[in-house]
């Protein structure tokens, strides 16, 4: 009998619409070809939600990803909200999904793929097998912290967002990165600003106290000014870097450059149950619509619901090498394409991978 999993899928805005349509065929061909099935149940996020009834985030979205084994996420946001109010701008419907289904480990794998080193800014030689795990914690700091927002004092107008981290919330992050490091090469390196920040001080503290209980991992405490140079000037001494949801958002954005494109990277965020699956890049408007934008995260968004939520790491395995292949084959869409490479629109690309994925035997789950 095949197992089955209830998928919620949430295109959202500009080119979230087109890289969602290629990984679907990723699913439909993996269906068909494995003793598995996906019941994918489309719902509106973000801006679409908002122009359809005034809200990022409408209740029977969250019921639609409460009911399901694991979310699919396309992009969400744009020019067109950036005048509405912070509550109902349509990254409102990410914080919100993160805190509904419990999400608080984002994780975000930095590969450089041989084939595109030479897409990177950064010299061969400096990025060549760079493969970093940047685990960001979801839940806590300045993003969720009150009080929060705009008032009047004094006379004049001040912003307020508070940094506010318990205890158990970096415990939890912390055994995240420690069990998978476990997993890698048994090296975590932890970024705070425990210098000026009591907040991140606690963070050190604790992730200290929980690394005691894995002795055979190498911890390193490193704060976030020199992470960013680090991860510049020497990316390859990172192998798991575990961080606060502020010092994680931006570096994991600067990593994402190491690779040549924005366009190339996946993450998983997960909670004690299910997960969501979603390209670390926006919506990019000004592209929608033209065919030219990169599928691969999406894809390989894909290969991590599979590994995390669905269990199914020989699957997960056969989408990286289908990646892998058509990069080898010379395939590129415009934000990674280079002289010598064949140029190929989001469809095309995504049909190329599919091929691959075909002939790739799925010998099925482990």
Not at 118 to 137: C, F, N, Q, T, Y
Not at 173 to 201: G, H, P, W, Y
Not at 213 to 233: K, S, T, W
Request: glycine residues 10%; aromatic residues 6%.
């Amino acid at each position: 009998m095949k197992k089955t999993y209830q998928i919620a899928v949430f295109p959202g805005d500009g080119i979230g619409v087109e890289v969602i349509r290629e990984a679907l065929k990723i699913l439909d061909v993996l269906a068909a070809t494995a003793n598995v099935a996906f019941e994918v149940r489309h719902g509106l996020i973000g801006g679409a939600a908002y122009d359809a009834s005034g809200t990022p985030f409408p209740a029977e979205s969250l019921d639609l990803a409460l009911g399901s084994d694991a979310v699919l996420l396309g992009a969400v946001g744009g020019p067109k909200w950036e005048g509405l109010d912070y509550s109902v701008r349509p990254e409102r419907a990410l914080l919100g999904l993160r805190e509904k289904l419990g999400l608080f480990a984002n994780m975000r794998p930095v590969r450089v793929f041989d084939e595109l080193v030479a897409a990177s800014p950064l010299k061969p030689e400096v990025v060549r097998g760079i493969d970093i795990m940047i685990i960001r914690e979801l839940t806590g700091d300045l993003y969720f912290g009150k009080p929060r927002g705009i008032r009047m004092e004094n006379g004049q107008r001040i912003g307020v967002n508070t940094l506010v981290y318990t205890e158990e919330e970096i415990r939890r992050i912390a055994l995240v990165a420690f069990e998978t490091a476990m997993k890698r090469k048994k090296r975590v390196v932890s970024v705070d600003k425990a210098n000026v920040l009591e907040s991140t001080q606690l963070w050190r503290d604790v992730v200290t106290e929980v690394s005691r209980d894995f002795p055979e991992v190498d911890l390193r405490h490193m704060y976030v000014d020199n992470c960013a140079m680090q991860l510049i000037g020497n990316p390859a001494q990172f192998d798991i870097i575990v961080t606060t949801n502020l010092f994680g958002d931006i570096l994991s954005d600067e990593a994402a450059m190491i690779t040549g494109s924005i366009g190339m990277l996946p993450s998983a965020s997960l909670g004690v149950t299910g997960g969501m699956y979603e390209p670390i890049h926006g919506s990019a408007p000004d592209i929608a619509g033209q065919d030219i934008a990169n599928p691969l995260a999406t894809i390989l968004s894909v290969a991590m619901m599979l590994r995390y939520s669905c269990r199914m790491e020989k699957g997960a395995r056969c989408i990286e090498a289908a990646v892998q292949e058509v990069l080898r084959a010379g395939f590129r869409t415009k934000d990674i394409h280079q002289e010598g490479t064949m140029l190929v629109g989001t469809a095309e690309m995504g049909d190329e991978v599919v091929k691959q994925f075909k002939n790739i035997k799925i010998a099925g789950n482990s």
